[in-house]
């Protein structure tokens, strides 16, 4: 399973989840290995197409690093921090996060909208 590491020391991502909120956006920043971001994409692509039929999703886009960097990052949206938490929670999200291999290294964290 991926190494979870807070991007924020202060207030880890599933400290977040105490806080009721929505819409809300999970941007996930992954560490990964040199040579190893395709096999991590089809383990991604198959966790977000489980995702996107949890209640409460809204998109999902994966976005990489330039000029070779090995970070990937996703930002998603979900109606509130209730709706990620259930879908998280939930055996088939578990079993698939659990196939991502130990070298990675995640730093998710869930952030409100601001009107400018």
């Given at each position: 399973m991926a190494e979870l590491r807070s991007l924020d020391p202060n207030t880890p991502m599933f400290a977040q989840f105490k806080e009721e909120a929505g819409p809300i956006v999970l941007a996930n920043t992954f560490v990964v290995p040199k040579g190893e971001a395709e096999a991590f994409l089809d383990r991604f692509r198959r966790q977000?197409?489980?995702?996107?039929?949890?209640?409460?999703?809204?998109s999902l886009q994966m976005h990489r690093g330039t000029a070779g960097s090995r970070l990937l990052m996703n930002v998603a949206v979900w109606e509130s921090t209730e709706a990620l938490a259930t879908a998280l929670g939930s055996p088939g999200s578990?079993?698939?996060a659990a196939e991502f291999p130990d070298d990675i290294v995640s730093y998710p964290h869930i952030f409100e909208p601001i009107d400018l």
């Open positions: 977000a197409e489980f995702m996107k039929a949890q209640p409460g999703f809204v578990q079993r698939m």
